[in-house]
């Protein structure tokens, strides 16, 4: 359930490129759910590994729907975990912001920064994240997230 918290918290984010954070600000309003991700995890030791979400195969591969991301005008977003039963699982809260080519999320007292390329009605997003619980936030995270209509 800690990687499926940390996933929330990539998964509820969103960037346009090349457009001022005001427009990404609005772009950024409103619902969105996961597409697909994949997870490079960094063993300095072992080699790297790769966990991987194709599109199409979320439900199957994590055993939960696609996780629902709101982002607020003030600032705040939730993400709603759902079981494939329909049945909820957890909602997590945190706050957002946009600064230069960057989202910031904060959830628990912790933030992260993360990129994004804005891809009409989709989002990729980048970002280091400690996937493997390892102490280190070394793990290179990309996804793709569809906005709500």
């Not at 994590?62 to 039963?85: C, H, M, R």
């Not at 912001?97 to 990129?115: E, F, I, M, P």
Request: net charge negative.
């Amino acid at each position: 359930m800690k990687k499926l918290v940390s996933f929330g918290i990539l998964a509820v984010c969103v960037l346009v490129i090349g457009c001022s954070s005001q427009n990404t600000e609005t772009l950024i309003l409103g619902q969105w759910y996961n597409q697909s991700l994949e997870v490079k995890l960094n063993y300095p030791n072992r080699g790297d590994s790769i966990f991987s979400v194709p599109a199409g195969h979320w439900e199957e591969t994590l055993q939960i729907k696609p996780i629902n991301t709101t982002y607020y005008k003030n600032g705040t977003f939730t993400s709603e975990y759902v079981a494939l039963d329909g049945s909820p699982i957890q909602t997590t809260e945190g706050t957002w912001a946009v600064k230069g080519d960057s989202l910031y999320l904060t959830q628990d007292g912790v933030t992260g920064a993360y990129y994004f390329e804005w891809m009409d009605g989709k989002a990729a997003f980048t970002g280091l994240l400690d996937w493997d619980s390892d102490g280190n936030a070394d793990d290179l995270y990309s996804g793709v997230q569809i906005k709500r209509e």
